[in-house]
């Protein structure tokens, strides 16, 4: 909602509206992506998604819930012009770098820890991999290790826009964070932060240690609460539970703006990301028990023809293979490569 309020702000400046390496690993060429799932259906090639506008999914009672049609954005920097083609949009989805939890092995769950300093080592170099990657909206979870992430990957990138937290959790905040030139407001990335994309709520166990819990109640237990699909922690949330707000999020919030053309960076967390990716990939409630994800690594999916296409990590800013991926990519580099120079 905060998204669409931004782009009409932008648009017409209305007084008052307005606005791993633990990893989900694969190896994908020279791209480093390690996939610890042995069968998981992560090859090489791209994965081939149904049309994502109108298909039903077996997590839960989630479905898309929009089922407009794709549409050229004007305002893709990927697209350029017009053209009447089927646009397409980058998505990359970033784990946050390691907290100060993460460090000391507690479940974190929705506790509002920061980053570690290797945490944010982690999220500068995750900025360094994406920074030749057109963004055009940020969503973030509404925890600080998110949104530092995001942030801080966000100084690397070369477009040199700026990104600005939207605040729209009420009129006044809305009307006070307004922006006046027209100019500026093209050269910004709203970001929106959205409770939906927080880390699954770990019950009980925020703030135990993790090992310590394992002993106490059993490596099984514990692994079951951890990866199960659909057990949830005492009194906390499962995958299945965590998919249900994070997964109609992204369906209702963020597939809108991928199938207009906005290219998106979500940065979240290790199980509400799982559960996109899950979305995504089109695991099983089997398949999605083996898929880590680690902190601080960006991954790369192409939205295009009502599909969503896996391209892996960036590995560097210069890695050659990043930008094979798509004509459209390598167009942009290349745009940004001239206005540099
Ligand atoms: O909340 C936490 O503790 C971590 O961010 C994710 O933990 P997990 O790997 O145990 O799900």
């Known amino acids: 909602m905060a998204a669409t309020m931004f782009h009409q702000a932008i648009g017409t400046l209305e007084p008052r509206g307005h606005i791993g390496n633990s990893a989900l690993h694969q ?12 069968s998981l259906k992560f090859g090489t090639g791209p994965l081939k998604r149904e049309h994502y506008g109108s298909r ?8 898309s819930s929009s089922s407009s049609s794709y549409q050229t954005s004007e305002c893709n920097p990927l697209n350029g012009n017009t053209s009447k083609k089927p646009s397409e949009a980058a998505l990359i989805l970033i784990r946050h770098g390691e907290s100060l939890w993460n460090e000391k092995n507690l479940f974190t769950g929705c506790v509002d820890v920061p980053l570690t300093k290797k945490g944010v ?25 998110a949104q530092m992430t995001a942030m801080l990957a966000m100084t690397q990138h070369r477009r040199k826009k700026v990104p600005i937290v939207m605040h729209d959790e009420n009129e006044q905040a809305k009307a006070w964070s307004q922006i006046f030139s ?17 880390e699954r709520m770990y019950g009980e166990l925020q703030g135990l240690n ?5 002993d106490k109640y059993g490596k099984e237990q514990v692994h079951e609460w951890r990866r199960s699909y659909d057990i949830p922690p005492p009194n906390g949330e499962s995958l299945e539970m965590c998919a249900e707000r994070a997964v109609a999020y992204f369906t209702q919030q963020i597939e809108p703006q991928l199938r207009a053309g906005k290219n998106v960076m979500i940065a979240a967390h290790g199980n509400s990301l799982r559960s996109i990716i899950m979305y995504l990939d089109k695991l099983t409630s089997q398949e999605v028990i083996s ?6 690594i960006p991954m790369l999916y192409i939205a295009k023809e009502e599909k969503y296409i896996r391209r892996g990590s960036p590995a560097a800013p210069t890695e050659a293979g990043v930008y094979a991926y798509t004509k459209n990519l390598a167009k942009y580099r290349q745009k940004l490569d001239e206005m540099l120079h």
């Not at 039903?56 to 479905?63: A, D, E, H, L, P």
């Open 56 to 63: 039903k999914r077996s997590c839960g009672s989630i479905q």
């Open 182 to 198: 027209e100019e500026t407001k093209k050269q910004c990335i709203p970001v929106v932060t959205a409770w939906q994309l927080n």
């Open 291 to 296: 898929l880590e994800l680690s902190t601080g």
């Open 210 to 214: 993790k090992q310590e819990t394992a």
């Open 27 to 38: 190896e994908c060429g020279s791209i480093p992506m390690r996939l610890m799932a042995r």
């Open 121 to 145: 080592e982690e999220a500068i170099e995750a900025g360094k991999r994406i920074s030749n990657i057109p963004i055009d909206m940020i969503y973030t979870s509404s925890l600080i290790r």
